[in-house]
C-alpha cells in the first residue's frame, strides 16, 4: 500500500494533525509526554526529535504537538517524512493494549449524554486533531477529559462551554454544566 501522509492544521497553534490513508489505532491514545510513551514505539521515536513535546494518536492521524520556539515550516518537512516512513514500516502505535473506548453504561441519563458525546462531539473534536472522553456526571454536571490538541488549546473553552455544553444542554435537560477534567 502507498502511504500518503498530509497535514492540517489545528485551533491549537503548537499542534498539527498528521493524517495518513491507513488506520492506525482504533480508539486513540494520548503520549502527552516523553515518559509515558514507553509502551509505544511509533510515539517514543517522534519524541526523539527534540522539537516534539506532545504526541496524540486516533484513527488514522497523530497530532503532534511542538515545543514553543520551533517554528512549523521548519520541522513540518521532517514530520511529515517521519510518520510516512512509520507508518511504512508498520512501526507500532504500542506494543501493550491500552484501554480504549468502553461501552456506554451508567443511568439512561449517562448513557444518553455519552451517546451524544460520541455521535455529535467526538467526530468534531477528532476533525481538530483531538478527543474526548466522558468521565462522570453528577447533579447535573457533565465532567469530560479533552486530550490531543485539545489539551491546552486556547479555544478548548469556547468549544467546551458554547459547543458542547450548549448540545448537551438543549438534548438533555438535566444538565446544567459541563466541565473539563485536568490532566
Known amino acids: 500500500m502507498n502511504i500518503s501522509v498530509y497535514t492540517e492544521a489545528t485551533p491549537n ?13 482504533n480508539g486513540s491514545v494520548d ?25 496524540f494518536f486516533a484513527s ?16 513540518l518537512p ?3 517524512e517521519f510518520v510516512k516512513g512509520a507508518v511504512e514500516s508498520e512501526l507500532k502505535v504500542q506494543t501493550v493494549e491500552q484501554e480504549t473506548d468502553v461501552a456506554f453504561e451508567g443511568t439512561e441519563t449517562e448513557i444518553k449524554i455519552q451517546q451524544i458525546l460520541n455521535d455529535y462531539v467526538r467526530p468534531a473534536v477528532e476533525q481538530d486533531g483531538g478527543a474526548i472522553t466522558y468521565r462522570s456526571f453528577d447533579a447535573g454536571v ?7 490538541s485539545c489539551s491546552g488549546c486556547p479555544s478548548s473553552t469556547v468549544t467546551l462551554k458554547s459547543g458542547i455544553e450548549n ?11 459541563v466541565v473539563s477534567e485536568a490532566l
Do not use: Q
Open 13 to 25: 497553534p503548537a499542534t498539527t494533525k498528521f493524517i495518513v490513508n491507513k488506520l492506525l489505532i
Open 142 to 148: 457533565v465532567t469530560v477529559e479533552l486530550r490531543g
Open 60 to 75: 488514522n492521524f497523530v497530532t503532534v504537538t511542538k515545543t514553543e520556539g520551533s517554528e512549523w515550516e521548519d520541522i
Open 78 to 80: 521532517i514530520l511529515k
Open 31 to 55: 503520549y502527552a509526554t516523553r515518559e509515558s510513551a514507553e509502551n509505544s514505539p511509533f510515539a517514543k521515536e517522534l519524541y526523539k526529535f527534540s522539537f516534539v513535546n506532545g504526541v
Open 167 to 177: 448540545l448537551l444542554k438543549r438534548m438533555v435537560p438535566e444538565v446544567t454544566e
